[in-house]
């Protein structure tokens, strides 16, 4: 705590140290004029200053930044820029890969609603079901919106719901499209990973970046229209971070079978189920045969393989691993077995478009969306030679599966808004759809046995989404100022699973026919130890035609929203919302909130309000059944929705609505002659009946009737959504922002930390069968606990500096993340037991990044950067959390990831 204590000391220091140094050359300087940055989130009145504001809300000018900055995409961008914001690329997590989870403030990425200018943005389609920080969430996907195409990101950090509805518990983050005409604009990036740990530790160079962006605006008309254009396309490679396989891959048979291959006898293909076949004398004479091809193997082993006349006596012999001698043999290393850990393969490419057309003098019409075409591969568990999962009559050293997704993001706003007798009306229609689409490569359905093909339609997941609004807003000279608002809100939204090809989940018998309940064992295909050969295609088993819904529903609302100025130095905000769903019922919301001017620049700030959060109808309806790593060992677990007939027996509730309260209480102060502004902002939330997705529960924890189902689905454990918790979260923001100007020399700094702390209060809401001890730890099972409480940065701070001169600018950012915990439950101390609790704590680190810009001309100008200059990696993993060297570090929490240092160079053009 010292160190902490200390460290954060430092950066506040080093952050102030520069004013105090244009302070005392004041007499040198030139005064800048100082225009505040005003935000528009907050209020239905119009823009305020940031500071008169009387809730909490960062601005961030992209344009202006973008340039400079080292990272390219709004997820990476806001993670660095926005203390209160946490989002890190995920690695061996399905989808989840492609989409990197976002969380604001601690809570979920399903708790914080974010609108592209002004209105709601639609939510991706994908779940994240997987071990990664917001298990169980559907959140925004960011990254469909090139960052190219933003002017400027606001973040309100506060309970928003009573204004915007469902999702905004946490806050809003609400991204301003650019408005330039006349120039086109562009820059190319390429980057990559310069580190020792590339390419699983051998060094060099991975992840190469290759990003072109281009935006192109003109004026329609000689009103004010104008049409704004965006394309991006980015190129990325993986990233491979993986250390050395250290496991079991070939034992005995497996070298056996190589050498019959290599004699042109596949012993694969002499039986379909090892205990029904009616050649058991060919195959082990075979095996005596080419086992005395084996030089590695000793006279003694020799001896016993020639003595086992049975099968089963060749069964208990031909287990013996000889992984180090078949690797030799067939000229391969570990590394050839490694997992592909680290940043997935992506291509992005997008289109984007903002657009204004006055039609009166009082009235305008306009449009903004876009299309974003997304293609990722990332890499699953091994499949090694010595498990059943594996074929070897096809792939005799293994394969590595790649689930790939083809993710399409459609966006479509457009509405008219004016001046009508001193009223502000805003009539619009927002489209958005999200789909994601699994294609599995590299793979096989190992039941099919030589039958299989290698690529697989594993089906795919999509979201629509349409909201009409209408909105009015009115000025009133009354006391100092009087803001009315009001408005109404229809949200459409539906919910679609398509199931993938036959082959993608189907389990087959000895003939090819699917299996059924009554499938005898003898004829199910096994391999040479008799272990039954699994169905559907490995690594991502596709989405069958049970799992195939279309679901719908709607919602209405209305709201009312009130800003008076009761004095010049009192302001008081007041706003209310009902808001009906057809699936689940209706919620009424209220926000109070104040602004006080104690003096000319200091003002106390204070917010009460009580939101919701909806059940997405992605929790709803959404299930599927996947091959997770669950404690050491691949299960195929199954996620069911809460009207399927397991969760009925089982006795889980229907999904019902988050309802939070919320409070936050903050000033601001500024000093005009140090152009310094400090912010600081304590906030507590509470949320009730809070949605996770619970543990796993074992075929053997649940009753004969309900295993007779797991039978039927073909799991060997089910998770569910359930209202399983409530949570407090309490926090404090605290903000200073400096800037000077010395001669030609501006200097930009800015310090800003946010320390938030979760926990679950009462007790666990379990239901139904559920309700005892044992299975109440499984309804919020620990793991999951970690990933709600402390799996990201409870304390994250950011200290940066920009400074320009002339044609150049030089940027410099330190940011400080708190330690996290894995939610890994293993022996961290050594004594033999592991605890309840016990848990691997990944440290505290702080990243360096720094770039330097050059403007050639006014046209042309150059970027190069460093992101983590020092090559910072988190704290490794305990070898108990490595699955045998290959996650060296955890995959589970979000700090900053796990690729190490990153250099680009940005070139940037504008004519």
């Known amino acids: 705590m010292k160190r902490k204590q200390q460290l954060l000391g430092l950066l506040v220091i080093t952050g102030l140290g520069i004013p105090t140094l244009s302070n005392a050359q004041k007499k040198d300087s030139v005064q800048e004029k100082n225009i505040e940055e005003t935000v528009l989130l907050g209020s239905r009145g119009g823009a305020r200053s940031k500071t008169d504001s009387p809730v909490p809300v960062d601005v961030f000018n992209l344009k202006k930044e973008s340039i400079i900055l080292p990272q390219s995409n709004i997820n990476q961008i806001l993670n660095i820029i926005a203390p209160s914001f946490t989002s890190t690329v995920q690695t061996a997590a399905d989808g989840t890969d492609h989409l990197d989870p976002a969380q604001l403030r601690g809570l979920g990425p399903d708790q914080v609603l974010v609108l592209v200018n002004g209105k709601r943005r639609h939510t991706s389609a994908l779940i994240n079901v997987n071990g990664t920080p917001g298990r169980g969430t559907v959140g925004t996907d960011l990254n469909a919106i090139p960052s190219f195409a933003i002017d400027r990101l606001e973040v309100l950090r506060d309970g928003a719901s009573a204004q915007y509805g469902s999702d905004a518990i946490a806050g809003v983050i609400n991204l ?385 929203d009130f800003a008076l100025n009761i004095t010049d130095w009192f302001l008081a905000d007041a706003a209310a919302r009902y808001e009906n769903y057809s699936d689940f019922g209706s919620t009424f919301n209220y926000k109070l909130a104040s602004r006080i001017k104690v003096a000319d620049n200091f003002n106390l700030r204070f917010a009460g309000s009580t939101g919701f959060r909806a059940p997405s109808i992605h929790q709803i309806y959404y299930n599927v059944t996947s091959t997770l790593f669950t404690s050491g060992q691949l299960l195929e677990v199954g996620t069911f929705s809460n009207d399927s007939k397991i969760a009925n027996l089982l006795g889980i509730p229907k999904l019902k609505q988050e309802t939070s309260k919320s409070a936050s209480v903050g000033f601001t102060y500024k000093i005009p002659s140090a152009n310094l502004t400090i912010t600081a902002d304590g906030y507590f939330t509470r949320i009730d009946d809070r949605i996770l997705l619970t543990g796993q529960f074992s075929r053997a924890a649940v009753s004969a009737v309900a295993q007779a189902a797991y039978d039927e689905a073909q799991v060997n454990a089910t998770q569910f959504f359930v209202n399983a918790i409530d949570t407090e979260t309490k926090g404090l923001d605290f903000v200073i922002t400096q800037n000077s100007r010395i001669s030609n020399v501006k200097i930009d700094n800015n310090f800003a930390i946010n320390l938030n702390k979760t926990k679950k209060v009462g007790a666990t809401h379990t239901s139904g069968l559920l309700q005892s001890p044992d299975l109440e730890k499984v309804y919020f099972a620990e793991n999951v606990r970690v990933y709600l409480e402390e799996a990201t940065p409870r304390v994250k701070a950011t200290l940066s500096h920009n400074i320009s001169w002339k044609d150049f600018s030089f940027y410099l950012r330190n940011t400080y993340y708190g330690k996290v915990t894995s939610p890994d439950l293993i022996d961290v101390n050594g004594d033999g037991t592991i605890g309840a609790q016990e848990h691997q704590s990944i440290a505290d680190k702080v990243i360096t990044d720094v770039s330097a810009a050059y403007q050639f001309t006014k046209n042309v100008g150059l970027s190069l950067g460093v992101n983590n200059v020092f090559d910072i990696y988190p704290t490794k993993n305990l070898t108990a959390s490595t699955n045998n060297d290959q996650f060296i570090y955890s995959r589970s929490t979000s700090q900053f990831g796990l690729n190490g240092r990153y250099v680009f160079a940005r070139i940037n053009f504008n004519f």
């Open 176 to 560: 301003g499209l650019k408005r330039d005409t006349g120039k086109l604009s562009g820059q190319f990036t390429y980057g990559g990973n310069l580190t020792p740990t590339a390419n699983d530790h051998t060094g060099n160079f991975d992840g190469q970046n290759i990003q072109v962006d281009l935006n192109y605006g003109n004026k329609i008309g000689k009103k004010g229209g104008f049409y704004n254009i965006t394309w991006s396309s980015q190129f990325r490679d993986a990233t491979s971070r993986a250390g050395t396989e250290n496991g079991n891959l070939f034992n005995a048979y497996n070298a056996i079978e190589q050498r019959a291959l290599e004699n042109g006898v596949n012993l694969s293909s002499l039986f379909s189920n090892i205990n029904n076949t009616p050649n058991s004398q060919q195959i082990i004479d075979y095996i005596h045969q080419y086992a005395q091809n084996v030089n590695y193997f000793s006279s003694a082993y020799q001896s016993q393989i020639q003595n086992a006349n049975t099968i089963s006596a060749l069964q208990g012999i031909l287990t013996t691993n000889f992984t180090d001698q078949e690797l030799a043999y067939r000229g391969l290393t570990r590394k050839d077995f490694n997992m592909q850990i680290g940043q997935s393969k992506l291509n992005n490419h997008q289109l984007f478009a903002n657009i204004e057309v006055p039609v009166s003098d009082h009235w305008k019409v306009y449009t903004f969306g876009g299309y974003s075409y997304r293609n990722g591969v990332s890499g699953g568990f091994y499949r090694r030679p010595n498990q059943s999962r594996t074929f070897t009559g096809l792939y005799p050293n293994g394969y590595l599966p790649q689930i790939g997704t083809q993710i399409q993001d459609i966006s479509f706003s457009t509405g008219i808004k004016g001046d009508w007798k001193g009223w502000n009306i805003d009539l619009s229609n927002t489209f958005g759809q999200n789909s994601f689409d699994y294609t599995i490569k590299n793979t096989g359905n190992t039941s099919l046995r030589f039958a299989s093909p290698n690529e697989f339609d594993a089906g795919g997941l999509r979201f629509t989404q349409n909201t009409i609004n209408l909105d009015f807003n009115k000025d009133y000279d009354i006391l100092s100022g009087l803001n009315i608002a009001f408005g109404g809100e229809h949200r459409y939204e539906n919910f679609k699973i398509s199931a993938g090809e036959e082959a993608s989940y189907t389990a087959y018998d000895i003939f090819g026919n699917p299996q059924t309940a009554t499938t005898a064992a003898n004829q199910k295909p096994t391999d040479f130890f008799g272990n039954t050969l699994p169905g559907g295609s490995q690594v991502f088993g596709g989405f069958r035609p049970d799992n195939a819904v279309s679901k719908n529903r709607q919602s209405v609302a209305g709201y009312v």
